[in-house]
């Protein structure tokens, strides 16, 4: 297979080759004939060329290709999902090794504590499955099945129930995490508090290797019920008010968006517990709006909301992840209401988008809210102004000491990494 790339060098090719196979671990190099379609990530605008690709089947054998990488000064991008949508899972540039962890696929629960530990190639599908099969559990994440747990929990992680659950990363009770000298280290509130500090919010790809985590599930109530509440695209100025207003003191059982693009507004939700008290949650809505013009509220299981996941197209408890995709999507986060000025910004790209619809929105309509920007990590984005101190804001200082301390190599590292100074 002949695609130019840069190539590793021999020392560590040789220290790779001697230890796959082993715990089931194997390499792809530009080679082998699995590499073309294993480098691709959920998000193919970019095209990474890996020096490697190595699949470690066991804890061991990811130290010690750490080992062999750091000894060479080979920078590492750790894989689990691949939904980075930058693509930096592949590092987001030619030559780096990736490490994946897709063969760490164990999933358990205790049931006195309600602790699941998972391992870091797990996609969240087959997790809200098998804790859901388990007892009836939830852990509050996103709503794509194949979206993997590591990018996913070491930068957040928001979801359908976050209102009442928080982040998965709130819920991170302990994880393993391989460091750049090859150690494997226990993480938690007591032990490396700094690093556990660290690594949930700025986790992801910038301090070594998540192996395994150790999260706090929840018995999911009975009954959930899900709501969809439709306006017309004219009054979509007025939802957007009012739900600034309404979703503020609404009660934390309901998780809601509004959505809009150039032709629909919705108001969705996530209620924990059952039609007619989710019903009364939104009348005070009503209020501001008027009626919506339609309004569903269904009644379920969790798991059944869950399968929210759907609207990804793949199949929850085995989701295939598909390698089409060439979109972004940015966020921006803010903390004042939309001045009016912004809302008419916002309508008139929204009635007008422009044909490539790329990350640059969020920059421009940041530049005219402000200095301060401030986004969420997991949407990540490469043009962002001021990215780190969008993404991580007073926390820099800490985390790039915390970084010297755990990585003073920089074997860790891409685009948008915590850096060492
Ligand atoms: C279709 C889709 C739906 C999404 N839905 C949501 C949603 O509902 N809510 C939400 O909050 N976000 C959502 N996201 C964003 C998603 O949370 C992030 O893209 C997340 O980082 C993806 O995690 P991953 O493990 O799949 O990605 P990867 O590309 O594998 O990894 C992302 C980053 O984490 C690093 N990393 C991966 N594994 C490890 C490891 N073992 N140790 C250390 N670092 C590691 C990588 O190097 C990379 O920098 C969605 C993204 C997509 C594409």
Not at 259 to 280: C, K, Q, S, W
Not at 390 to 404: F, H, S, T, V
Request: hydrophobic share 35%; aromatic share 10%; net charge negative.
């Amino acid at each position: 297979m002949c695609i130019p790339c840069k190539a590793l060098p021999t020392g560590i090719v040789t220290c790779l080759q001697s230890i796959q196979n082993s715990s089931g671990s194997h390499l792809y190099t530009p080679s082998s004939s699995m590499y073309l379609n294993d480098r691709l990530g959920f998000n193919n605008i970019f095209d990474h060329k890996p020096s490697a690709i190595f699949h470690p089947g066991s804890e061991a054998d990811a130290a010690t290709v750490i080992v062999c990488a750091a000894a060479h000064n080979v920078s590492i991008a750790p894989r689990s999902g691949g939904h980075s949508f930058e693509r930096y899972s592949g590092s987001g540039k030619d030559g780096s090794l990736v490490i994946d962890l897709s063969l760490f696929q164990q999933i358990a629960i205790e049931h006195d504590t309600g602790i699941a530990t998972v391992g870091a190639g797990t996609r969240l599908g087959p997790l809200y499955t098998r804790l859901w099969n388990a007892g009836e559990y939830l852990v509050p994440a996103g709503s794509c099945p194949s979206v993997g747990i590591c990018g996913h929990a070491l930068r957040g992680g928001m979801g359908m129930v976050g209102r009442k659950y928080g982040m998965l990363s709130h819920n991170i009770v302990s994880l393993t995490m391989i460091d750049a000298n090859g150690d494997i280290l226990e993480i938690s509130a007591t032990s490396r508090p700094d690093l556990f500090w660290a690594l949930r919010g700025a986790g992801g790809g910038s301090f070594g290797l998540v192996t395994e985590f150790r999260i706090q599930a929840y018995k999911a109530p009975a009954t959930i019920t899900t709501v969809v509440a439709m306006y017309p695209w004219s009054m979509h100025h007025v939802v957007m008010e009012a739900f600034g207003i309404w979703a503020k003191t609404a009660t934390d059982d309901l998780t809601p968006l509004l959505y809009i693009n150039h032709d629909i507004v919705a108001i969705m939700g996530t209620f924990l517990g059952p039609r007619d008290e989710a019903n009364a949650v939104f009348k005070p809505l009503y209020e501001l709006t008027g009626p919506p013009e339609h309004s569903a509220f269904n009644e379920g299981t969790w798991y059944a909301v869950a399968m929210w996941a759907k609207i990804e197209g793949s199949k929850v408890e085995n989701p295939i992840a598909k390698h089409d995709r060439t979109y972004r999507s940015p966020s921006l986060l803010y903390r004042q209401p939309i001045s009016d000025s912004e809302m008419t910004t916002f309508s008139r790209y929204l009635s007008s988008p422009p044909n490539n619809l790329n990350s640059r929105i969020s920059s421009q309509t940041a530049h005219s809210s402000g200095p301060t920007l401030e986004a969420y990590q997991n949407y990540i984005e490469r043009d962002i102004p001021n990215g780190l101190q969008a993404y991580y804001g007073d926390n820099m200082p800490r985390l790039i000491e915390i970084k010297k301390n755990v990585d003073p190599d920089n074997i860790f590292t891409f685009p948008q990494a915590i850096p060492l100074k």
